[in-house]
């Protein structure tokens, strides 16, 4: 059996969830917690990480109404869009959250519910796909399979967006291209959500791991109050069962430049 292919740097392992089933309180809906990346490997050709979503899901909504709660930037396009299926295809009612950020694949997820939320003080961000394999060798053959699945899956991406906002596949296509940043406001307005819930915090609450910035480094629009809540972050770096550190001196010398430049912005001095 082939492993699959890591797309963005982390902890997890192969076929491993990165998604957490909460377990409901008395009278509340059951959840399920998307925080982070939207797998830190590839659904390419996987069949056993879409199957254990699957039955998650199943399991502890038991067909009937399920709240996902979401903060991600993005991940893999290929698993987003599985994902999107199976949820589509859950009998009961599902009802996204946006905590956070729903960004790039994320938002694939996002519309996926039949009623999607978001916090008046989160983001929703749209952009061309895109996928990055992290040290990964793939053949012509391999390559050519995976542009064909892009497309397809590029065509279906519009083709959800459309049917969620109603917007014409012309702008949509716009937006995409410019990769645009919405406040919950205009999300609500371009039909992208459908109700902006009153936050209990005033500033952006961000996964609190360090690979958001590998993640905000791919993207060129960053709203401003996004790099704050990065820059406000005290992020420790995690290790690995020896102790050791899992980042490299050149790894932190790159986050740290990469943190330099948020100030920058921030200050305006580029």
Request: charged share 25%; hydrophobic share 40%.
């Amino acid at each position: 059996m082939n492993q699959p292919i890591r797309c963005f740097e982390g902890e997890a392992k192969p076929h491993e969830p990165f998604w957490t089933v909460k377990n409901a309180a008395e009278g509340a809906e059951p959840e399920i917690e998307l925080y982070g990346y939207i797998s830190e490997y590839s659904w390419y050709e996987d069949d056993i990480t879409p199957k254990k979503f699957k039955d998650d899901l199943y399991n502890a909504g038991a067909g009937g109404p399920i709240t996902i709660r979401l903060n991600s930037y993005g991940g893999d396009v290929v698993a987003a869009s599985l994902m999107s299926a199976i949820i589509r295809d859950y009998p009961g009612k599902v009802t996204v959250q946006i905590d956070g950020v729903a960004a790039s694949a994320a938002t694939v997820v996002a519309i996926a519910g039949d009623l999607v939320r978001i916090q008046n003080t989160g983001y929703f961000m749209v952009h061309d796909p895109s996928v990055v394999f992290f040290l990964a060798q793939l053949n012509i053959e391999e390559l050519t399979r995976l542009a064909n699945s892009l497309s397809a899956v590029k065509e279906g991406i519009v083709n959800a967006y459309e049917v969620k906002t109603g917007l014409s596949r012309t702008r949509l296509a716009k937006l995409m291209t410019d990769e645009t940043w919405m406040d919950a406001k205009k999300a609500l307005d371009l039909g992208f959500v459908d109700e902006v819930l009153p936050s209990l915090s005033k500033s952006l609450e961000l996964p609190k791991n360090t690979a958001i910035l590998n993640a905000v480094q791919n993207y060129t629009n960053v709203p401003s109050q996004i790099l704050e809540a990065i820059q406000d972050q005290e992020v420790e770096t995690p290790e690995d069962a020896s102790g050791e550190p899992l980042f490299t001196e050149e790894d932190e010398r790159e986050a740290q430049t990469l943190r330099e430049r948020v100030t920058q912005i921030l200050n305006k001095e580029i």
